[in-house]
């Protein structure tokens, strides 16, 4: 991880690299199975701040897997990329207004023949109260675009792969209150 500082400008760049490998044995119609997966995941992003005004960030993050096994000497191999933008203005009267989108693209692989691409967007409207703004109501919308599916996918070891689906909340709104009580 390295983040640096342009003062002039109120930016503020990072890089984000992180290698993983990992391994497991199974068996497979009684025979000994090594399954072996490495992954590569980079994040580039940008935060850009006026204080006391607004805040303003991007990051993209691509993600790259192989994976392999004993028994079958095929390949795996998957990419993604998730791009994310964010923003948050401070208003008059305390109040903050947030705004966050998530697209999420997962391309067409020798593993799966067609691609996901998902946007998930969110929403709130916070308004500091209390002395010292030691309290927070927050009004937040999730999903705004009701496309929060649940469904996961990918792979691992030599052409094993795996799809979930799991039961989400979609579109919905929330709103909740937040005392912080300590002193300091």
Known sequence: YYSWEYK???LRPSVNTSFNRYGYYSLLNGL??????FNV????????????????NYSV???YNVGKSSINSTLSKSWSHIHTVGATYYLPLKLELSSNC?????????????SINTIQWDASLIKKVLK??????KF????ILNNNTGYNRGASGGGNTYESNRLV?????LLGFTWNFLKN
């Open 8 to 10: 002039k400008i109120h």
């Open 32 to 37: 000994k199975n090594e399954n072996e997966t």
């Open 41 to 56: 995941n980079t994040t580039v992003s940008a935060n850009y701040e006026i204080k006391e005004l607004m805040t303003i």
């Open 61 to 63: 993050t691509g993600s």
């Open 102 to 114: 998530i697209f999420n693209f997962q391309p067409k692989n020798s593993s799966f023949n067609s």
């Open 132 to 137: 010292n703004d030691r309290g927070l109501i």
């Open 140 to 143: 937040s919308v999730n999903d």
């Open 169 to 173: 909340i979609k579109r919905y709104w």
